[in-house]
């Protein structure tokens, strides 16, 4: 199906001055040219039709060549510009600053990459392609940050020169093991601006779920695996057995192996708090105390 699109021109040329056009649900799936051309035209707004084509898109350059904004959301475009140079799309949307591709087709980097073919293009639009879909939230627009340099909004959001830096550096990674007949052209743009970059380290900052320490009593020791995620008032009760005192007989103190002379005992006063937040490590003490003893302990009593 397609519209004869004489008709916004012919406005045009009656003295009309035509400045936004929209055409949604028309079911439309070609575009027929036409001779006289419309410049005061801004923006085009031609959503849910049937646009597959590229060929007809490039259609609008000559008869709007002051298009600035294009919205082609929800048809189904399953390339952008694949047979003509770049100089074509530079030649034809000249002003273009804003395009929509939303639910469209596009299934290849390339076409992500021959949007900087537009001169002036500043805001994309690029939800809801099948190209996207096998990426998280945040390694889809981190590597289509670092395909469009000029572009500095994507999806309605500000692109930040800090997020454009961490998208680019990600996009090196993302295709450090690809062959190298393989790796996309803007790779090696990137490469040649920060180097080849090494894989990120993998740090597991969730906290020890087990130690070994030293517990004392009186003139006894004994070294115990303690689970980290219980709390204070939790190990008391484990250690009630072992020091013969009730949980609510006893005070702790928590000693770091390689501090515990420096810094001294630290009591552990609240029955809350996890023992993984102490930070303790393999071979730390702890040291029981009856309650009936003086509340302070001296480091020198630690040497006995």
Known sequence: ?????????????TGGR?????????????????????PSLRLLQITDNQLQEWDE???????????????LSNNKLG????????????RLFPNLRSINLNNSGLNRWEDIERLNFFPKLEEVRLMGLPLLQPYTN?????????????VSVLNGSVVTEGEREDAERFFIRHYLDLPEETLPHRYHVLVSKYGRLAPLAEVDLRP???????????????????R???????????LRALVDLPANGMRLYY?????????????????????????????????????????????TSLDS
């Open 208 to 226: 020890r779920c087990m130690a070994t320490l030293e517990v004392r009593w009186g003139e006894r020791t004994e070294t115990l695996s303690l």
């Open 57 to 71: 898109v490039r259609k609008f350059g000559p008869m709007y060549p002051g298009l600035q904004n294009l919205v």
């Open 138 to 150: 945040k390694e889809r627009r981190s590597l289509t940050v670092a395909q469009l340099p000029s």
């Open 228 to 238: 980290l995620e219980q709390t204070v008032g939790e190990l008391k009760k484990e």
């Open 255 to 299: 000693i770091a192996r390689e501090l515990g002379s420096a810094l001294g005992p630290e009591e552990m006063k609240y029955g809350s708090r996890a023992l993984h937040s102490y930070m303790i490590q393999d071979g730390d003490e702890i040291l029981v105390v009856p309650k009936t003893k003086s509340r302070t302990i001296s480091s």
């Open 18 to 38: 035509l400045e936004e056009l929209f055409l949604c649900l028309n079911e439309y799936d070609q575009v027929a040219e036409s001779p006289v051309p419309c």
């Open 79 to 90: 390339s952008v510009e694949e047979d003509t140079p770049q100089d074509t799309l530079q």
């Open 1 to 13: 199906m397609w519209w004869s699109w004489t008709c916004p021109t012919t406005s045009y040329k």
